[in-house]
């Protein structure tokens, strides 16, 4: 198994920055992708940026030039960087981690999430 542990959200003025954190913990050496995800209220959960064991990233057009996720292989760690936060940030943020089962499976972890609130 897994766990997800993120950290780092709350309340910040529009035009602000937070930086959030997500600590992996038990079977990670199989861990490929890690992502941070984000669900508005009344909304889907959406894909915001993620980054592979190799360092490739990718991001969601909303976010692009404003957030940089990275990540610390040796801290079992990975960070999103927001900057010149929206209002239309505000939300539940979600770390999400893909394990390698097999060539054919993997599995996907999620954190309990931490609220990003953009006050305007």
């Known amino acids: 198994q897994v766990q997800l542990v993120e950290s780092g959200g709350g309340l910040v003025q529009a035009g602000g920055s937070l930086r959030l954190s997500c600590a992996a913990s038990?079977?990670?050496?199989?861990?490929?992708?890690m992502s941070w995800f984000r669900q508005a209220p009344g909304k889907q959960r959406e894909l915001v940026a993620s980054?592979?064991?190799?360092?490739?990233?990718n991001y969601a057009d909303s976010v692009k030039g404003r957030f940089t996720i990275s990540r610390d292989n040796a801290k079992n760690t990975v960070y999103l960087q927001m900057n010149s936060l929206k209002s239309e940030d505000t939300a539940v943020y979600y770390c999400?981690?893909?394990?390698?089962?097999?060539?054919?499976?993997?599995?996907?972890?999620w954190g309990q999430g931490t609220q990003v609130t953009v006050s305007s």
């Open positions: 999400n981690a893909v394990r390698v089962l097999t060539a054919l499976s993997s599995k996907q972890y």
């Open positions: 980054i592979t064991s190799g360092g490739s990233t």
């Open positions: 038990g079977i990670i050496f199989s861990i490929n992708t």
